[in-house]
């Protein structure tokens, strides 16, 4: 019998708007809903169904403080797994069983846990502490083990405070064996924003984030149309930030008393993420850990055909991803084929993963990650032939072509969502601002003190919608644990989609593996300021 196991569920300070067929949703505390557990009968039974190999891939994973080289004489002190960022590429294929043993040697008792972003993998395997597990205590080991069912493009990282920000996190490819694609050759490309080591660290950037910006009003920075005039963020009249996409150093100080900002970036906009494009002053931008200064090389030959498997693994940064002198050709979007696109370039928001194929023409390119709207980049280089090497602020024209968004793309027919009935319809209002830094759900932030409070609940076989409403004047890019779910009627199959402010985005997905889920914005501070809420089954 499934039962509540109330100390390990992990719920959301959300009040739900039931606007579909389910009679009865949860608006409260008290509502005695029986929850499933993660360790209930129907998490084992849901992981029976998946198609298993037999086969077994063991690693060790050591969570520990280390000096990481990011090229340039850049050598901060951060933590890594096994001394390198990012961390060694895990490839298992489809149905084999990982096997991973997580020790953490974090200082000062530090506690840690892995999240396998992406995965539909078992409940108690997930890695959120304390919805699933209880998270590791420095010296301690943990061993996750669990099938990894989908073939795709996926990474792990933790999912304790803001420790994403730091050099936490890893590819982990799971390989089609009847692989449809043809090409010659992979090659991951990752993506990050870094500050740990160089200016301050993670928990440093959220207290000062958590003071708020205060009033903004006055700024008037001439032209943009996110203004908040209607919102509940606390910043006052905005009207006017349009700085053609440039963070201007010039507004880093806070209009609330003038007390200067180390971290706190104001003025980045991008007309791509509908105005403001993101809280966090970066003093780097790195492709495959790193710097732009001295980037990561690909060498190839003319001709070849390579798959690139794109993830952003950045906290608080959207990039605008493009390979001069080429057209990329979008195969996936968070591990699942859509029908095929060519593109110039591709916006990839935190958490979002795209698989695309290029075929590589003769010379040296630039691989350029803008970071949209701070008007800074990551740089990587694809080698070919005889050339001189681009500068390090190149912006091939690509850039300001075709850019495709997930929303544009559709399904590939194998993949998309057989037509169903809607069974229940819940309202996730995105909610908060800057100015006192409240980021929530419907009003509510997630409380670590009360995480009894307030599930999204849905049944075992239904087919949920979810309404992503966002009232807030930033963009949000919105995760779901444990499943994908399909953007509108024949969108692409996600995991994490990009809701644009004052925008709705709606998604579907069939509620087929019982449990406690974590669903939140990827924004690594705005999740742990309180953007974030549990998709709880109900027993």
Not at 10 to 24: E, P, R
Not at 31 to 41: E, I, Q, R
Not at 372 to 401: F, I, M
């Amino acid at each position: 019998m499934n039962g509540i196991n109330r100390r390990s569920i992990l719920l959301a300070g959300a009040g739900i708007v039931g606007a579909g067929t389910l009679a009865a949703c949860s608006n409260g505390s008290d509502s005695g809903d029986a929850l499933v557990s993660p360790t209930a009968s129907a998490v084992t039974a849901a992981d029976m169904k998946r198609k298993a190999t037999g086969r077994r891939k063991q690693v060790t994973l050591t969570a520990a403080p280390a000096m990481i080289d990011l090229g340039a004489g850049v050598m901060p002190k951060t933590w890594a797994f096994d001394g390198r960022t990012p961390g060694k590429e895990v490839r298992l294929s489809a149905g084999d069983t990982l096997v991973a043993e997580l020790s953490n040697q974090l200082p000062n008792k530090t506690t840690t846990s892995i999240h396998w972003h992406g995965i539909a993998l078992r409940n108690d395997m997930d890695g959120v502490p304390p919805a699933v597990q209880t998270a590791v205590r420095a010296g301690s080991t943990f061993t996750y083990s669990f099938i990894a069912p989908d073939p795709g493009t996926y990474f792990f990282h933790p999912h304790v405070g803001v420790q994403l920000d730091r050099g936490l996190y890893a590819p982990l490819i799971v390989e089609d064996p009847k692989e449809p694609l043809s090409y010659d050759d992979e090659w991951v490309v990752l993506l990050d924003d870094w500050v740990d080591g160089v200016t301050g660290t993670p928990d440093e950037v959220f207290t000062e984030l958590k003071q708020g910006m205060g009033s903004m009003s006055g700024m008037g920075m001439g032209g943009s149309s996110a203004s908040p005039s209607n919102s509940d963020d606390g910043m006052g009249s905005m009207g006017g930030m349009d700085m053609g996409g440039s963070a201007s150093p010039s507004a880093s100080t806070s209009a609330s008393g003038g007390t200067s900002k180390k971290f706190m970036l104001m003025g980045a906009t991008s007309a791509l993420l509908g105005g403001d494009a993101g809280d966090v002053r970066y003093p780097h931008h790195l492709i495959n850990g790193r710097v732009a200064t001295d980037p990561d090389v690909y060498t190839g030959k003319p001709g070849k055909k390579v798959r690139l498997r794109i993830i952003n693994a950045g906290s608080d940064t959207a990039y605008r991803v493009a390979l001069g002198g080429h057209k990329l050709t979008i195969t996936h979007t968070d591990g699942f084929p859509v029908q095929h696109q060519d593109v110039d370039a591709l916006l990839v928001g935190m958490g979002e993963r795209y698989d695309v194929l290029v075929t590589l023409d003769d010379g040296v390119f630039p691989l350029v990650a803008l970071a949209e709207g701070k008007n800074a980049n990551g740089l990587a280089l694809v080698r070919t032939g005889s050339g001189s090497t681009p500068k390090t602020t190149v912006r091939p024209k690509e850039l300001d072509g075709m850019i495709m968004t997930a929303s544009q793309l559709r399904a590939a027919d194998d993949v998309r969502l057989k037509s169903a009935k809607t069974d229940v319809t819940h309202q996730i209002k995105l909610t908060g601002g800057m100015g006192k830094y409240n980021w929530a759900i419907n009003g509510k932030p997630f409380d670590m003190k009360d995480p009894e409070a307030n599930p999204i609940l849905v049944q075992e076989g239904q087919r949920v919608r979810l309404d992503f409403v966002n009232t807030t004047t930033m963009w949000h890019p919105m995760h779901l644990h444990g499943h994908t779910y399909q953007l509108g009627a024949s969108g692409p199959r996600k995991d994490t989609a990009i809701v644009l402010p004052k925008k709705t985005v709606s998604v579907y997905f069939d509620a087929d593996n019982p449990g406690q889920w974590m669903l939140h914005c990827h924004n690594a501070y705005h999740g742990e300021a309180g953007m974030m809420a549990n998709v709880a089954y109900q027993a």
